[in-house]
């Protein structure tokens, strides 16, 4: 067989598994290579609706002050809220140290074993279930405030939290999405814990004020 013979073979190898990088033999596009922006395109889309519907709805909510989370009202919901939120932010950083280590780039952890994916599913599952009561709460005493702008921020990043995180699942149950897709998304979900974190529990940490 000769050598040419066996890069035929190897390419057709790649095309059947699916492994091609967009480019053909013959050095043009592969048409199913250069869309899979379209599917990316559409689930950041996807996401950007669901956040933009929780904006919405928190928007047309009549605040209700006296609203209560897990049996507390008032300033003792708000403190409650300010160390659930910091749960939150310690099992999403939890979250990005172990996406790290999947991917690599953990310095000194080595290869991260395959039990690794499993617990950061569970962590994940479990940042979200605990997120809902706590936005929950936040729809039903405040809505969606546009001021002052540390709660809009805050605000915000719950909206993108949660538009990231309906992305995200879709991201996770198809593969035929692009490979950078995930981590970014990612990368958002912890950038908006640590902005909400930052915009309301160390607000209330530190006495109502921001350092």
């Known amino acids: 067989m000769t050598g040419r013979s066996r890069c035929g073979v190897s ?7 699916g492994e091609t990088t967009g480019v053909t033999t013959q050095g043009s596009i592969d048409p199913h290579g250069s869309r899979r922006w379209i599917p990316a395109a559409a689930t950041l889309l996807f996401g950007a609706a669901v956040g933009a519907a929780v904006f919405a709805i928190g928007r047309n909510v009549t605040p209700d002050y006296s609203a209560g989370l897990f049996g507390s009202h008032f300033t003792d919901a708000v403190q409650l809220k300010a160390q659930l939120g910091t749960v939150l932010l ?21 290869r991260a074993p395959r039990r690794i994916r499993v617990v950061h599913r569970v962590i994940g599952a479990l940042l979200f279930l605990l997120s809902v009561p706590i936005a929950v709460h936040c729809i039903q005493t405040y809505g969606v405030e546009l001021s002052p702008a540390r709660a809009l921020v805050h605000s915000l990043a719950g909206c993108f939290f949660y538009g990231a995180f309906a992305a995200k699942v879709l991201v996770v149950q198809s593969r035929r999405l692009p490979g950078w897709l995930l981590p970014l998304l990612g990368g958002i ?23």
């Open 189 to 211: 979900l912890v950038a908006a814990v640590a902005v909400s974190w930052y915009a309301a529990a160390l607000w209330y940490f530190d006495g109502n004020a921001l350092p």
């Open 11 to 17: 390419v057709c190898a790649a095309e059947a598994t």
């Open 90 to 110: 310690a099992m999403a950083l939890i979250q990005l140290a172990l996406a790290l280590w999947m991917y690599g780039h953990l310095p000194g952890a080595g």
